[in-house]
């Protein structure tokens, strides 16, 4: 059965880049051409998708975030990874890693398979 | 792109059936046929209970149905369980570089 489960700090000082990790297992990250997602939940924002990279290691970005956001994967380790530079206190959240429900499918589909989020705080 | 429009709350009896309504656009809703709806409970991640507008994924109780008519999606919840209280979120995909969008949530409390 595949699971998710994202790991990093829970505070991050303003100015500061977050960086956050997704380790999968039950399945490959490269094998089944599955994207692979970061997703946040935010008071004032609600759900918000961040970000997606696909098993052959194309990335892609939210438009209002892409300037400040770097999706990796690392196969080797069977994880991926998020980057989010210069950040403020908008980006206090939960953060979730997520695959989309159909293979070859960003998002159109839905996300089946999710992390149990981690709360990322921004603050001083 | 701006988030779908989903009411705050709904409520409703055990037994009774409910809806939920996510309003959007003819760039998102009313552009495709890509409506998914979750469940989300307290302190867990959204779970997955409508794709394409209609479809349950495996697993998924058959009373939560899907349905949109142009620019507004729907979720009906039939036989309301003391269970089915939770977030439920709405999303759409819109075929552009922001490919898929949420609605901000609707709190469904069971009377």
């Known amino acids: 059965q595949l699971q998710l489960q994202e790991s990093g700090p829970g505070l991050v000082k303003p100015s500061e880049t977050l960086s956050l990790t997704c380790t999968v297992s039950?399945?490959?990250?490269?094998?089944?051409?599955?994207?692979w997602g970061w997703i946040r939940q935010s008071p004032g924002k609600g759900l918000e998708w961040i970000a997606s990279i696909y098993y052959s290691g194309s990335a892609y970005y939210n438009p209002s975030l892409r300037s400040r956001v770097t999706i990796s994967m690392d196969t080797s380790k069977n994880q991926f990874s998020l980057k989010l530079s210069s950040v403020t206190a908008a980006d206090t959240g939960v953060y979730y890693c997520a695959r989309p429900h159909r293979s070859a499918d960003i998002c159109t589909r839905g996300f089946d398979c999710w992390g149990q989020g981690t709360r990322v705080t921004v603050s001083s | 792109q701006s988030a779908l429009t989903q009411p705050a709350s709904v409520s409703g009896s055990p037994g009774q059936s409910i809806t939920v309504s996510c309003t959007g656009t003819s760039r998102d809703i009313g552009a495709y046929n890509y409506i998914s709806w979750y469940q989300q409970h307290p302190g867990k991640a959204p779970k997955l209970i409508i794709y394409d507008v209609t479809n349950r994924p495996s697993g998924v109780s058959d009373r939560f149905s899907g349905s949109k008519s142009g620019n507004t999606a729907s979720l009906t919840i039939s036989g309301l369980q003391a269970e089915d209280e939770a977030h439920y979120y709405c999303s759409s995909y819109t075929g552009s570089s922001l490919p898929v969008i949420f609605g901000g949530g609707t709190k469904l409390t069971v009377l």
């Open positions: 039950g399945g490959s990250i490269n094998s089944n051409s599955y994207y």
